[in-house]
Nanobody, 129 residues
Framework: QVQLVESGGGLVQAGGSLRLSCAAS????????MGWFRQAPDKEQQFVAA????????YYADSVKGRFTISRDTAKNTVYLQMDSLKPEDTAVYYC??????????????????????WGQGTQVTVSS
């Protein structure tokens, strides 16, 4: 079992930045690929970013590429999502995810039909115009 706890959400103006954190606990959590999904009001959950267990490989949705950066600190068992140049359309609940299989597998997931092994409780990000 892996537990995920997100933090760092909040309200920011368009063009601003936020950094989300996700603390993972559990005996084998370091072997999991990690990622972020988001769900905007009245929309389905969508993939945002993922990072491999080795931290060598990262993936991003086209909508955030060049603005968001995913990273992980293995020593702290924490994954981060640095969000820059935020736009109002980035407003959503952001969910941390851990997946037993590859980070690449998360890029094509469409929850709830296909989803990562573990989810966090979510953190709200609101970008005002």
């Amino acid at each position: 079992q892996v537990q995920l706890v997100e933090s760092g959400g909040g309200l920011v103006q368009a063009g601003g930045s936020l950094r989300l954190s996700c603390a993972a606990s559990g005996r084998t959590s370091r072997t999991y690929a990690m990622g972020w999904f988001r769900q905007a009001p009245d929309k389905e959950q969508q993939f945002v970013a993922a990072i491999s267990s080795s931290s060598r490989i990262t993936y991003y949705a086209d909508s955030v590429k060049g603005r968001f950066t995913i990273s992980r600190d293995t020593a702290k068992n924490t994954v981060y999502l640095q969000m820059d140049s935020l736009k109002p359309e980035d407003t959503a609940v952001y969910y941390c995810a851990a997946h037993l299989s590859s980070a690449q597998a998360m890029t094509s997931m469409t929850p709830p039909a296909s989803k990562p092994t573990y989810w966090g409780q979510g953190t709200q990000v609101t970008v005002s115009s």
